[in-house]
């Protein structure tokens, strides 16, 4: 669920260092694709007044991911959700709208911020396992709920039928199409997530087959179409049978459609493929491809130390609270204007206690120092649904890059924020027995 080197589709690959970083009359510039958004211009005239850390969100390359995204749906007929998981920034829902039909959630919240954020448009949701003290007002929002197990569909489905929804079953095909990555992949053995053929076999029953409109795998994190093609072998093998009684089919997302090199032809091939042969309604549910290489995240440099060959300079961002996926995955995000074979090579690390709050190793043309503003690539994506405020980390504010290039703020936290997630509205009080 994060980033990668334009060129790979595996998430260790991340350049850590410039793939070819160019000087030009208007200053630096850095020709990856994480930094294509910047045409030409270096961080510093951009965004040198901005407080550090912060993430810019740029609207202009939402729009060419939108675009791009659309016309896939023009030319095959399937629908494209945003997953909110990846990139939940509501300020650009109405800007990304005319491109998708809706939205994909992962719970209640989820589901009520798409049902609000972009009216008007399908609400999809998928959990791994539903709350039946939300499921209610989940029924307000959602008009597409997918269940993870055939005992959720016993459970919710009936009363979900009755208002209205359509339903669906998420499916395990059981084939895995990426190595080494167990923690993002839903096929791997034991997986949680999906309901295999032979728990199809054991559990399913006639009243609970009526109550299904479609079908749903997600199996994909950052690849490309050939992956997809040998999935849908799989899920054509395992379900093959079932799919004709279906009125949906949803790819789920991992598709990284807007990566330069995607192999949209193929991806096209698959869906029309799929519609044609059963009939179906295709829904594909991207996160990344949506809002892919439209952020950044801006830190400055606070101080640097050496021990024995390692320099470190501390950053005022964070690895472990402001991208979290740099160790969770872990990825070594791309920086602006850092390149191989520079003479000055920098550990990058947050300020915080943790020993492991390092962003990666990197080379530069000249010595760093106190005060200079470094600028992350790709950042739109899994970072401002998923920081947090670890160590009393302040959360960086959010600005929005808009099309003729003013910065606005959309958000700022404070002391507040981080103190009000601790606790201390002990209002009511739950009596207890004991
Ligand atoms: C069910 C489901 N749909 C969609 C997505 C979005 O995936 P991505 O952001 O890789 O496109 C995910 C990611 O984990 C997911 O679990």
New binding site residues.
């Given amino acids: 669920?994060a980033r990668t080197d334009e060129t790979k589709t595996t998430k260790q690959t991340a350049c850590a260092s410039g793939a070819g970083q160019t000087d030009t009359a208007a200053g630096l510039s850095d020709p990856r694709p994480a930094f294509a958004a910047l045409h030409g211009h270096s961080p510093e005239d951009l965004f040198a007044d901005l407080p550090t850390p912060c993430y810019i969100l740029d609207e202009r390359q939402l729009l060419r991911n939108g675009e791009l995204l659309a016309s896939v749906s023009r030319r095959t007929g399937c629908k494209i959700l945003l997953?909110q998981?990846?990139f939940s920034n509501y300020d650009f829902y109405l800007l990304l709208a005319p491109y998708l039909a809706g939205t994909?959630a992962s719970g209640l919240f989820e589901a009520r911020l798409g049902a609000e954020k972009m009216p008007g448009r399908e609400v999809h949701v998928?959990c791994a396992a539903y709350r039946p003290d939300q499921f209610g007002e989940l029924l307000r929002f959602a008009d597409h709920i997918v269940f993870n197990s055939l005992h959720q569909l016993r459970q919710f489905g009936p009363k979900a039928k009755q208002a209205g929804k359509s339903l669906g079953l998420r499916i395990n095909p059981e084939c895995s199409t990426q190595e080494g990555h167990a923690i993002y992949d839903p096929c791997a053995p034991g997986s949680r997530l999906g309901v295999t053929r032979c728990q199809w076999d054991c559990e399913i029953t006639d009243d609970l087959r009526k109550l299904l409109d479609g079908l749903h795998f997600?199996t994909l994190?950052?690849q490309d179409a050939d992956a997809l093609e040998v999935t849908l072998q799989a899920v054509e093998k395992k379900f093959g049978d079932i799919l004709p009684d279906m009125k949906w089919l949803n790819f789920?997302?991992?598709?990284h459609i807007t990566r330069p090199g995607y192999h949209i032809e193929k991806l096209e091939q698959c869906i029309r493929r799929a519609s044609r042969q059963w009939g179906v309604t295709v829904y594909l549910?991207?996160?990344?491809?949506c809002a892919l290489n439209a952020g950044f995240l801006a830190a400055r440099v606070l101080d640097v130390v050496r021990n024995g060959s390692v320099q470190t300079a501390i950053l005022d961002a964070s690895a472990a609270c402001h991208m979290p996926d740099v160790i969770e995955m872990p990825y070594t995000p791309p920086l602006f204007g850092a390149q191989d074979s520079q003479p000055f090579t920098y550990r990058l690390a947050g300020p915080t206690c943790l020993a492991g709050d390092v962003i990666g190793d990197y080379s530069f043309p000249r010595e760093l120092k106190p005060g200079d503003l470094l600028l992350f690539g790709d950042m739109a994506?899994y970072t401002t649904c998923k920081n947090n405020t670890f160590n009393g980390m302040p959360l960086p504010d959010i600005w929005r890059r808009c099309a003729d290039g003013r910065l606005v703020r959309l958000t700022s936290f404070g002391y507040a924020d981080f103190r009000e997630r601790l606790g201390s509205k002990a209002e009511s009080i739950i009596s207890c027995n004991n």
Avoid: D, L
């Fill in positions: 669920m997953a998981k990846a994909e998928f997600h994190c950052e789920g997302g991992g598709h549910e991207p996160g990344e491809a994506i």
